[in-house]
């Protein structure tokens, strides 16, 4: 599975989109990108994931560029409740693959 | 809510013992995974379980062993407790067989060994 990079921590004003990048650029033609969340040593939550097009759900966007070596996801307006470790996994389609978690970017919200 | 179980949410022991973790996946899920997320680091990826049989091994140490019942629920068993095994340990669950096969994770049970 490819190896993804993402920031340390980001801010982000309440009210405002949240975009939160990662770099994926070894991501190879069968690999998903997902994201999950964790929030304060909860268990993590799936959020979104896509393979070539943008995708969109109740919680996010996911934006993933032509060449899919990079994604976006979008909090469009950030509550306090999104404060959080957000994750960015690039997995194959085999269902043997595993979700490996790198550190991840966390996400503060502030009022 | 997940509809992923586990327990027990909390559990304090000494170092030496031996304990067991557990965990009831969403129905309808046949595959189970094991993650270890100790202070301040990224969840660890331990070990699958697919309809009973072992499907894949992490970084799992061999103190600690895992097994998936006929009932699809799970029990994470870790022997010879040291200190650096103080950490939350997370069960996840998947439908596996569909090819997004995104994971839903219990809350976890907190481990502290004195």
């Known amino acids: 599975d490819a190896k993804t990079t993402q920031p340390t921590s980001m801010d982000c004003a309440e009210g405002r989109a949240a975009n939160l990048p990662c770099n994926h650029s070894?991501?190879?033609?069968?690999?998903?990108v997902y994201w999950y969340r964790q929030i304060h040593s909860q268990g993590p939550q799936y959020i979104i994931h896509?393979?070539?097009n943008n995708e969109t759900n109740e919680m996010a966007s996911l934006i993933i560029t032509e060449d899919r070596k990079s994604s976006t996801l979008i909090l469009p307006h950030a509550t306090l409740r999104d404060t959080a470790v957000y994750y960015c996994?690039?997995?194959?389609?085999?269902?043997?693959?595993?979700?490996?978690f790198g550190t991840g970017t966390s996400l503060t919200v502030i009022p | 809510d997940s509809g992923v179980t586990q327990t027990p949410k909390h559990l304090i022991t000494a170092t030496g013992q031996r304990v067991t973790l557990r965990c009831s996946p969403r129905s309808g899920d046949l595959s189970v995974y094991w993650y270890q997320q100790s202070l301040d680091q990224g969840l660890q990826f331990l070990i699958q379980?697919?309809?009973?049989?072992?499907?894949a091994k992490g970084n799992i140490l061999e103190r600690f062993s895992a097994q998936q019942f006929p009932d699809l629920h799970s029990e994470l068993n870790l022997s010879s407790l040291e200190l650096g095994d103080s950490a939350l340990y997370f069960c996840?669950?998947?439908?596996?067989?569909?090819?997004?096969?995104?994971?839903?994770f219990g809350e976890g049970s907190r481990l502290t060994v004195l």
């Open positions: 996994i690039a997995r194959g389609a085999n269902t043997g693959n595993q979700f490996y």
């Open positions: 379980y697919y309809n009973g049989e072992e499907r």
């Open positions: 070894t991501i190879s033609g069968n690999e998903y």
């Open positions: 996840a669950s998947s439908v596996v067989g569909r090819n997004t096969g995104e994971l839903f």
């Open positions: 896509g393979l070539k």
